[in-house]
C-alpha cells in the first residue's frame, strides 16, 4: 500500500488552501528583513554593537544579539580584574555550600520550588533510581542523608564520567530532587565574577552583580514567558537586560532603536529567569547570577542555611576556591540503591485507596520521595506510617512520619494525584479527570476530552514511541537542530504496526521516551498507563504508573 | 544563483522577497494561525541567514529552506502547546456579510472547516506538513524526501499514515 503515493484528495487541498488563504501581514518583509539586519554577523571588531530590536517575538534572533551585545561590549572595554566581588563574605557570593550543607537543606522543610542553589558536592552518575519525573535523570547525590535525584533539562545534560566532583549551581524542584542548571566554572579568586572580568567564552559560571532593564517601545506580540525552569528561554519583553557592577555608572545615550548598558556593564539575556525567580525589572537587584552563554539562567537564592544535621555533622569548610574538591562525603548511600517505582496506582489499575496509600507510604516512605500516585479522596492527612517490619503496624513506631497534606484539601470521593515528600509532607499535583466510563482514557478519548473540556490531568492508556525528527544540517548549537533529534509521542498502537496507519498520536515533551520509557532506544515502544498534563496539541507526562506492590 | 551571492546579504534579500509569501502560507497551511504563521515565517529567514554558512549547494537553497520553515512550524507548534492556546480560523464569508442561520451552504462550509480544523490540530506537526506539501503544494515525493530529509519510502509511508490520521480525526469530529 505505502509503494504509491495517494493520490491528491481535493477535499484535503480545498480545505488546506482555505487555511492558507488571505493576505501576508504587509508588515511581514518588513519585520523579516529587520530581524535579518539584527541577526548577529559574523564579522568580527564592529566596535559597539548597533542593537535594533524592532520585533520582539524572536526568541531565537534574540539570543543570537545578547550574545554578539556581550562580546562587542567585551571588546570595547578591555576586562580588567579588579579584585574579589564586595562583601558580604557569605554563601552565595563567595563560597558554595558544602556537602553537608546540602544534606541539611534538602533534610529540611521544603524549598520554594525553582530555588536555585550553588553546592560543591559529587554526583554519582546513575540514571537507573529516579526514572520517574519530567526530566532525565543525571544521578544521584552522594553524601545525603537520603537520596537527592540530580535531574536535567535534556538529555544532553548526562555526566560523561561515573562521579563528577565539582560546584554545580542546582534548582531545587521538590523533596529529594535538584535540576541541574550547570557545572560552575569558578573564577580564580572566588566562586563569582564579577562583571567587569573576564567572563568564561563557554559554559556555565556565577557572576556577582546587579540585574537592570532599560525599557524600550515596541509593539508586544507575547506574553512574558518562562521557558523551563533548567533551561529558560524567555524573552527579554520589550526590554534590554544587563548586569553591572555599578549601576549607578553613567550610561551612554541611547543610539537610535538600541540601548546599552551602564558603562562597564554587559547585556544579557534575562527575560525567562525574571519570571521564574520573580526578580523585578523595575530597580536594579543585586545578587549572584548563573550565567551561561549570554543568558541569565538564575538569582541564587540567599538561603537561610540549617545547622548540619548530627549524622552529617562534618567540618564545613571557609571561605574559599569552590574548584577545591569537596570534603568527604558525610553519609555514603547504604547499600545498591534500588530502582525506584513510578507513579503508583492501586490494583486493577484503581486509585489507591486512603489505606493502601498509607501502607506503601510505609512500606518505603524515603524511597517515595517524589512519586506521584493517584488516590481516591480523602486524601490522608496525619496519618501514621510504621516503618517496615514494625510488628505492630497500627501502633505509632520510632522514626515514623507524619503525613501532612500540603496545599488544598482533596475533596472525598474524587480522584488525585498526590506527590510524595520526603519531609512528611503530601503535595497535590492536581485533581484527575474522569469520565462516565471510569478514569483511565485512551488516547482518542483523552484527546477528545482535552478538546472539549480543556487542560487537565489524564490516566491515558497508550503506547510510548518516538520517531528520528527531521535532519539538520546546521552547525551544532543552533537551538532549532537541538530540539529536532527525537520526538516523543504518545500513540494509540505501536507505529511499526501493519496497521498504525490510523493510529493516533499526540506531541509530548522532548526526550519523554527515555524519561519514562527506557534508555534503550530499540525497545520501543512501551505501553502503559500514563499521568498525562494534556494542553492544545501537545503534552506533558508527568508520570508512568504502575500497580503499587501490595 | 551562486553561493557566494547566496551569502550576500543583498541577494539573500532578494531570496526573501520571493520565497516569503511561500513560506508564509505553507506556515499558516501547516500552522492554521496567522499570528504563528508570521512568526515561523520570520525565524525560519532569520535562522536562514545566520547558517548560511551551511548551505554547500545553493542549488538546494529551497529544499534546505523549507527544511528550515519545517523546524520553525514544529517548533511554533511546541510553543503553542506549552501555552495552551488553540485557535479556530472559520472562513469569512464572501460577500463579508455575517454567516445567517438561514444561509445553509455557508453554515456547512463552517461547520465543515470547524471540524476539518479541529481534526487537523489533532496530528502532529509532521503528519500535517507532509499533507500540505503533497495535498496542497503537490510537490513531488522527492522534493518532500529532500524538505523532511528522510528517504522517499519513509515519505510516502508518512504520507498514508498522514492521510489515515486525518480520515480518523475527521471521523472522530463528525461524530
Given amino acids: 500500500?505505502?509503494?504509491?503515493?495517494?493520490?491528491?484528495?481535493?477535499?484535503?487541498?480545498?480545505?488546506?488552501?482555505?487555511?492558507?488563504?488571505?493576505?501576508?501581514?504587509?508588515?511581514?518583509?518588513?519585520?523579516?528583513?529587520?530581524?535579518?539586519?539584527?541577526?548577529?554577523?559574523?564579522?568580527?571588531?564592529?566596535?559597539?554593537?548597533?542593537?535594533?530590536?524592532?520585533?520582539?517575538?524572536?526568541?531565537?534572533?534574540?539570543?543570537?544579539?545578547?550574545?554578539?551585545?556581550?562580546?562587542?561590549?567585551?571588546?570595547?572595554?578591555?576586562?580588567v580584574r579588579t579584585g574579589p566581588a564586595a562583601p558580604p563574605a557569605s554563601y552565595p557570593a563567595d563560597r558554595a555550600l558544602t556537602t553537608a550543607e546540602l544534606a541539611a537543606v534538602m533534610a529540611g522543610p521544603a524549598l520554594a520550588t525553582n530555588t536555585a542553589l550553588v553546592a560543591a558536592v559529587t554526583i554519582d552518575a546513575r540514571n537507573d533510581v529516579c526514572p520517574m519525573n519530567r526530566y532525565p535523570t543525571v544521578g544521584v547525590v552522594d553524601g545525603m542523608a537520603s537520596q537527592v535525584c540530580v535531574m536535567g533539562a535534556t538529555l544532553a545534560a548526562q555526566i560523561q564520567v561515573p562521579k563528577a566532583t565539582g560546584t554545580f549551581a542546582f534548582r531545587y524542584l521538590g523533596p529529594g530532587y535538584l535540576g541541574l542548571l550547570g557545572e560552575i566554572t569558578p573564577a580564580s579568586v572566588k566562586p563569582a565574577f564579577r562583571v567587569a572580568d573576564n567572563w568564561p567564552g563557554s559554559g556555565t559560571f556565577l557572576v556577582v552583580g546587579w540585574l537592570g532593564a532599560d525599557p524600550y517601545p515596541c509593539p508586544t506580540y507575547l506574553a512574558t514567558l518562562g521557558g523551563d525552569p533548567l533551561d529558560p528561554d524567555g524573552q527579554d519583553q520589550c526590554e534590554s537586560n544587563w548586569l553591572a557592577d555599578d549601576p549607578s555608572a553613567a550610561q551612554p545615550a541611547s543610539s537610535a532603536g538600541g540601548v546599552l548598558p551602564p558603562v562597564g556593564g554587559k547585556i544579557v539575556q534575562a527575560g525567562g529567569m525574571r519570571v521564574i525567580d520573580a526578580v523585578p525589572n523595575d530597580v536594579p537587584v543585586l545578587g549572584t547570577y548563573v550565567v551561561r552563554g549570554g543568558r541569565v539562567l538564575a538569582k541564587v537564592a540567599n538561603l537561610s542555611l540549617p545547622a548540619p544535621s548530627p549524622e552529617a555533622a562534618t567540618p564545613s569548610p571557609t571561605a574559599g576556591p569552590s574548584a577545591a574538591p569537596p570534603e568527604t562525603p558525610v553519609a555514603e548511600p547504604s547499600g545498591v540503591l534500588s530502582p525506584a517505582p513510578l507513579g503508583l496506582l492501586g490494583p486493577g489499575n484503581r486509585p489507591l485507596t486512603e489505606a493502601e496509600f498509607a501502607a506503601v507510604w510505609a512500606a518505603d516512605p524515603a524511597h517515595l520521595a517524589g512519586r506521584i500516585a493517584i488516590v481516591k479522596g480523602p486524601v490522608p492527612t496525619g496519618f501514621e506510617c510504621s516503618p517496615v517490619g514494625a510488628a505492630d503496624a497500627a501502633g505509632p513506631s520510632p522514626g515514623c512520619r507524619i503525613a501532612v497534606l500540603d496545599g488544598q484539601i482533596a475533596a472525598d470521593g474524587h480522584y488525585w494525584a498526590i506527590q510524595v515528600g520526603s519531609n512528611g509532607k503530601l503535595a497535590i499535583v492536581g485533581e484527575v479527570t474522569v469520565f462516565q466510563a471510569g478514569y483511565v482514557f485512551t488516547l482518542d478519548q483523552a484527546l477528545e476530552s482535552s478538546g472539549n473540556s480543556g487542560a487537565g490531568l489524564r490516566v491515558v492508556d497508550a503506547w510510548l514511541d518516538w520517531e528520528p525528527s527531521l535532519a539538520c544540517d546546521m552547525p551544532g548549537g543552533d537551538p532549532l537542530c537541538q530540539a529536532g533529534a527525537m520526538w516523543s509521542r504518545l500513540t494509540s498502537a505501536p507505529l511499526a504496526q501493519p496497521n498504525a496507519d490510523a493510529a493516533t498520536q499526540l506531541d509530548v515533551q522532548l526526550g519523554a521516551y527515555q524519561i519514562f520509557g527506557s534508555k534503550d532506544l530499540e525497545a520501543r515502544p512501551i505501553h502503559g498507563l500514563y499521568l498525562v498534563q494534556s494542553g492544545g496539541s501537545s503534552a506533558t507526562i508527568l508520570a508512568r504508573l504502575e500497580v503499587a506492590a501490595p | 544563483m551562486s553561493a557566494a551571492d547566496a551569502r550576500d546579504r543583498a541577494a539573500f534579500d532578494a531570496l526573501v522577497r520571493s520565497r516569503i509569501d511561500a513560506v508564509y502560507r505553507t506556515s499558516l497551511a501547516i500552522l492554521g494561525d496567522q499570528a504563528d504563521a508570521a512568526d515561523a515565517t520570520q525565524e525560519t529567514f532569520v535562522s536562514a541567514w545566520c547558517h548560511r554558512d551551511a548551505l554547500r549547494d545553493p542549488d538546494l537553497f529551497d529544499a534546505w529552506l523549507g527544511r528550515i520553515n519545517l523546524n520553525a512550524c514544529r517548533q511554533q507548534l511546541r510553543r503553542r502547546g506549552r501555552t495552551g492556546v488553540r485557535e479556530l480560523r472559520l472562513p469569512e464569508p464572501e460577500d463579508g456579510r455575517e454567516p445567517a442561520s438561514t444561509d445553509r451552504a455557508l453554515a456547512d462550509r463552517t461547520a465543515d472547516a470547524d471540524a476539518f480544523d479541529r481534526a487537523f490540530a489533532r496530528l502532529s506537526a509532521d503528519d500535517r506538513a507532509v499533507l500540505v506539501l503533497h495535498h496542497l503544494q503537490e510537490r513531488p515525493v522527492a522534493q518532500i524526501a529532500a524538505a523532511f530529509g528522510s528517504p522517499e519510502g519513509t515519505i510516502k509511508s508518512r504520507l498514508h499514515r498522514a492521510r489515515a490520521a486525518l480520515e480518523s480525526a475527521l471521523a472522530k469530529e463528525s461524530r
Avoid: K, Y
Wanted: proline share 10%; aromatic share 4%; glycine share 8%.
Fill in chain 1, 1 to 79: 500500500m505505502n509503494g504509491q503515493l495517494p493520490p491528491i484528495d481535493s477535499e484535503i487541498r480545498d480545505q488546506l488552501a482555505r487555511r492558507s488563504a488571505g493576505r501576508m501581514p504587509e508588515s511581514l518583509l518588513a519585520d523579516v528583513l529587520t530581524a535579518v539586519d539584527s541577526a548577529p554577523a559574523r564579522r568580527g571588531g564592529d566596535g559597539w554593537p548597533r542593537l535594533i530590536w524592532p520585533v520582539p517575538r524572536l526568541a531565537v534572533a534574540g539570543m543570537g544579539i545578547a550574545l554578539v551585545a556581550i562580546l562587542a561590549v567585551a571588546i570595547a572595554f578591555p576586562a
